[in-house]
């Protein structure tokens, strides 16, 4: 059987199994939608991870987080959250405080700055998603999410 997936990939062998040829599936789509993802905030001078932790930083209100658990909500955790939060601390889009009596706990906030962003991509990122998805229509997309779940909730067995 003679797959899109194939024919994009330039494979003339077929996948071993049913679930290889979906793992490649979910991995190819999944860096197809992500490299459309960073192409649209390329203007804007941040990365998904950058995006991604912003978006963090927002939702954890005026307490900020520790650079662990910035790094553990992310949906990509990279090993460096210090270096990944530093430059975002020079770009003026996080603020980095040492407000603890342990000097090692250093809790980040999304600055004025770093908000403003956010809701300045917001327009362009639900276009972005609705031209990737929308055409599945609302009862496709809601039972995709359920799949994905179900998925990363049976990978551990």
């Known amino acids: 059987m003679s797959s899109q997936l194939q024919a994009e ?10 679930e290889a040829a979906a793992a490649v599936g979910l991995a190819r789509t999944a860096a197809v939608v992500e490299h459309a993802f960073a192409e649209a905030l390329k203007p804007y001078g941040i990365t998904p991870t950058q995006y991604n932790a912003l978006r963090i930083l927002r939702g954890a209100g005026p307490a900020g987080l520790c650079r662990n658990e910035v790094r553990d ?17 020079d770009i003026g889009l996080v603020s980095r405080d040492r407000d603890n009596p342990d000097r090692r706990f250093v809790t980040a ?28 229509g609302q009862a496709k997309v809601a039972r995709l999410i359920e799949l994905l779940d179900e998925i990363r909730r049976g990978g551990g067995r």
């Open 9 to 18: 990939l330039k494979q003339n062998k077929p996948f071993p199994t049913l």
């Open 73 to 89: 909500r992310l949906i990509n955790p990279g090993p460096d959250a210090t270096r990944l939060l530093e430059r975002m601390e």
């Open 109 to 136: 906030r999304i600055t004025p700055a770093g908000a403003r962003l956010l809701d300045e991509l917001e327009g362009p990122l639900i276009a972005s998603h609705h031209r990737w998805f929308g055409h599945l």
